[in-house]
């Protein structure tokens, strides 16, 4: 029940906080950027802003805290009970201030039957699509947890890490998958998760519960940018649509490379892997499954959709203006010169162009995104990407400033308190994962990813006005950024850019075929319902291989009470570090245990020398005598030594079982013969 609470208060204290910093926060959905009524609910906006803000707010609240409190027996303890009275108290008393000034009440709901219609259809679409995913792919039955077999992966590290607080002492914060060093993941969701674990959700509700919550915040936000952009309900439904179902011609390609005589329906139907054209993509590295395996990214969705929201009228405003005075020197024949000086002068050198009027706003805004580095920290880098290009050509440019500002600051301070070193490498790189890494190579990579995307986004380009056009290269900035630059080892991160950017121009895609739609050509009609199939088939195959893929009969299946996992929980702190073989997913990772080197692509990939820490298990378990073996347990950390099936049959190095024994003691033990699992403790010699 304290972890259900805490959930609710994670609203309550949002809508204080957007009560004070955005106090017309619902007035946003009357009319659209171009000051035309429009028919969309303020719940839609009011609860995704409520929720991101109140939870960014509680769950660093609570983080901070925990640090402070990190030498007591359970900081969170502490912590919570702090936080969660200042949220009720807070929330309390915002309520009796507003009650106290009689302010005007906001309806939730529009008053336009149709469009509430429409979004009863949204709510619930996205709710059932929401349930499947998060459910299906985690959750608990009797006393097995099960793990769907397409997210297993990513989910070591996430359910270590939720663990390692649930369960453990996690202050400061170790990477479950190579302890002992900082943490240069982005780990403030799991954190969330495994507090609301340790306040007495049970696991997959601690998990999914906020994953849900984010996935349905992320459409609703997008919905209302969508509306707001195009004046119409119906490309907020196209562009939500176009988000869950990806565009591509890999579906395409699949059946025509099925053999002569093939059933179409029996091969679709019993294949049970993600179709691929382009390297990476059978690991569902674009379709929905991305949000299963990376609960946090829609939470990052949910916050960029929100900035782009509040700060979209300043781009409108530059544009109506700029409409205004190329019309006023129209009317006077200026001759082109005097009206390029004039148009210069207007976009750069005016009052309106840079100065603030609402420093709170951007305060707010700034801090809301700089507080999301640790939950998604390429989401906040993919937001100031979009907002730089528009504050090129936007009234108020110092409000960007102080966005920006405030973001990066916050980051750089947040890198410095978890972080040795640079959190991260910057270098040029065209081309991202393209086979070919050429201009028509990547031109081609593209083309089979996206499918008719692009041209669409060609024609909608031809037809928007100026300021439509623009805003497509602003939303075409995250995309660009992911085919030149590195940040990281691992390039293949930048998907996420991308993702970014194709949701954002699905937008533009949908006001596109929404057009064919109001065209009373049955032709026209015709050819929008092609384009929707076009676009949206690839995805929506995904999502059923998405299901099929994670049936509880392929899951990964751990048991809640399996006495490693308890021995673990019972007995281990977060302090104290596991030498064992390279683990992905199993019983000791759910009882939180700390590894010196788990699965080694998942701490590579964020950054750590995940070699040099391989050639040091290699010289701990050959270690020849106990003095040899003594001096690299010191040196390196270590409070227990695993061996285990996977230690002796280990291709990587020679387990000397013998050394080991006759220098620690077996502490825990389970299995006969090879199967047998030992567990040494290196603070009881022989």
């Known amino acids: 029940m304290i972890g259900l609470l805490y959930l609710v208060l994670n609203f309550t204290v949002g809508w204080a906080i957007c009560s004070y910093v955005l106090p017309e926060l619902g007035a946003l959905t009357r009319l659209d950027y171009r000051k035309r009524d429009i028919s969309v609910s303020p719940f839609l906006i009011l609860l995704p802003s409520w929720y991101v803000t109140g939870t960014l707010a509680m769950t660093w609240a609570t983080y901070l805290l925990g640090m402070v409190f990190q030498n007591k027996e359970q900081p969170l303890f502490y912590a919570n009970l702090i936080v969660i009275l200042v949220a009720f108290l807070g929330s309390v008393l915002t309520y009796l201030v507003r009650k106290r000034k009689a302010l005007p009440k906001v309806a939730i709901l529009c008053n336009n039957k149709r469009s509430l219609h429409i979004e009863e259809i949204l709510t619930a679409g996205v709710f059932i699509l929401a349930f499947l995913l998060m ?63 340790y306040l007495g ?18 459409f609703f936000l997008l919905y209302v940018l969508a509306v707001k952009i195009s004046g ?177 600051l916050m980051s750089v301070l947040q890198t410095k308190l978890f972080i040795n070193g640079s959190a991260v490498e910057p270098e040029f790189l065209f081309g991202f994962i393209a086979e070919n890494k050429t201009i028509f190579g990547v031109a081609s990579y593209v083309d089979r990813l996206l499918g008719i995307l692009p041209i669409v986004l060609i024609v909608a380009l031809c037809l928007e006005k100026k300021v439509g056009k623009y805003l497509i290269l602003a939303f075409t900035a995250p995309l660009i950024f992911a085919f030149t630059v590195s940040l990281t080892v691992d390039v293949t991160v930048n998907h996420k850019y991308i993702m970014i950017s194709c949701i954002l121009l699905g937008i533009y895609a949908a006001k596109t075929v929404w057009m064919l739609f109001e065209d009373r050509s049955v032709i026209r009609k015709l050819i929008g319902a092609i384009a929707i199939l076009l676009l949206t088939s690839t ?148």
């Open 539 to 686: 995805g929506i195959y995904d999502f059923t291989t998405v299901l099929k893929k994670n049936s509880p009969d392929n899951a990964i299946v751990l048991d809640l009470k399996d006495p490693l996992t308890q021995w673990v929980k019972e007995n281990t702190t977060s302090r104290d570090i596991f030498l064992t073989s390279n683990y992905t997913i199993n019983q000791l990772v759910l009882g939180g245990a700390m590894m010196y080197e788990g699965w080694p692509y998942y701490p590579w990939s964020a950054g750590y020398d995940t070699y040099g820490r391989e050639e040091k298990v290699k010289q701990m378990y050959e270690a020849a005598t106990p003095a040899e073996l003594m001096k690299l347990i010191r040196e390196n950390g270590i409070r227990y030594i695993v061996i285990d099936r996977d230690n002796r049959e280990s291709t990587d190095y020679t387990v000397n079982e013998e050394n080991i024994q006759a220098t620690y003691e077996c502490v825990y033990e389970e299995g006969e013969g090879v199967n047998k699992l030992s567990i040494y403790d290196t603070n009881k010699m022989h």
């Open 201 to 218: 959700l049970r696991l997959d509700y601690a998990f999914n519960l906020p994953s849900m919550i984010s996935f349905i915040s992320a």
């Open 232 to 408: 119409k309900s119906g490309v907020g439904i196209l562009a939500c649509l176009f988000f869950a179902f990806r565009s591509s011609k890999t579906l395409f390609t699949y059946l025509s490379r099925l053999p002569k005589g093939t059933n179409i329906w029996d091969a679709l139907a019993s294949n049970m892997e993600f179709i691929s054209d382009t390297p990476n993509e059978d690991w569902g590295l674009w379709n929905l499954n991305v949000y299963c395996n990376q609960r946090h990214l829609a939470f990052g969705l949910t916050v960029i959709f929100l900035v782009i929201i509040l700060f979209l009228p300043r781009l409108y405003a530059l544009f109506h203006g700029l409409e205004q005075t190329s019309s006023d020197r129209a009317n006077k024949n200026d001759n082109t010169r005097k009206s390029f000086i004039d148009t210069f002068r207007y976009l750069f050198l005016t009052g309106d162009g840079w100065k603030v009027k609402d420093f709170r706003l951007s305060i707010a805004v700034g801090i809301l995104l700089g507080s999301l580095s640790f939950f998604h920290g390429a989401a906040v880098i993919g937001c100031l990407l979009v907002l730089f290009v528009m504050a090129i050509l936007s009234n108020r440019r110092l409000e960007y400033a102080i966005v920006a500002g405030i973001a990066i």
């Open 135 to 197: 459910w299906t792919t985690f959750f608990i039955h009797g006393d097995k947890l099960y793990i769907g077999v397409s997210v297993f992966s990513d989910f070591s590290p996430h359910v270590g890490m939720i663990r390692s607080f649930s369960y453990g002492n996690n202050f400061p914060t170790w990477y479950p998958h190579y302890a002992g060093e900082d943490i240069k993941y982005h780990f403030m969701f799991q954190f969330l998760a495994g507090n609301l674990e």
